[in-house]
């Protein structure tokens, strides 16, 4: 993949925003850009699709999780298959 360097001001608050979003991640403040642009680059129901992916992760126990995990991955695998 060919990149390109992008420059562009922000306020401070965003920036502020930005670096606690790259904090908590432990990510590089480009890669917390670059997740919200791909992120906004996504449909409606792909981007539902997703959040609900992800509220059902923060809901499963952590004595749970790869059971959980595996039940996500099924759940995609047959939606992917029978639409």
């Known amino acids: 993949m060919k990149t390109k360097a992008l420059?562009?001001?922000i306020?401070?608050?965003?920036?502020n925003y930005?670096?606690?979003?790259?904090d908590k991640s432990k990510q590089p403040m480009s890669e917390v850009v670059r997740g919200i642009l791909e992120n906004n680059q996504m449909t409606e129901g792909t981007r539902r699709a997703y959040g609900e992916c992800l509220t059902?992760?923060?809901s499963v126990d952590s004595n749970d999780f790869l059971v959980?995990?595996?039940?996500?991955?099924e759940a995609i695998k047959e939606v992917k298959t029978n639409g």
């Not at 930005?18 to 790259?22: G, P, Q, S, T």
């Open 7 to 9: 420059s562009f001001r």
């Open 11 to 15: 306020e401070e608050d965003t920036y």
């Open 18 to 22: 930005l670096a606690d979003l790259a």
């Open 56 to 58: 059902y992760l923060a």
């Open 68 to 73: 959980g995990l595996d039940a996500l991955v």
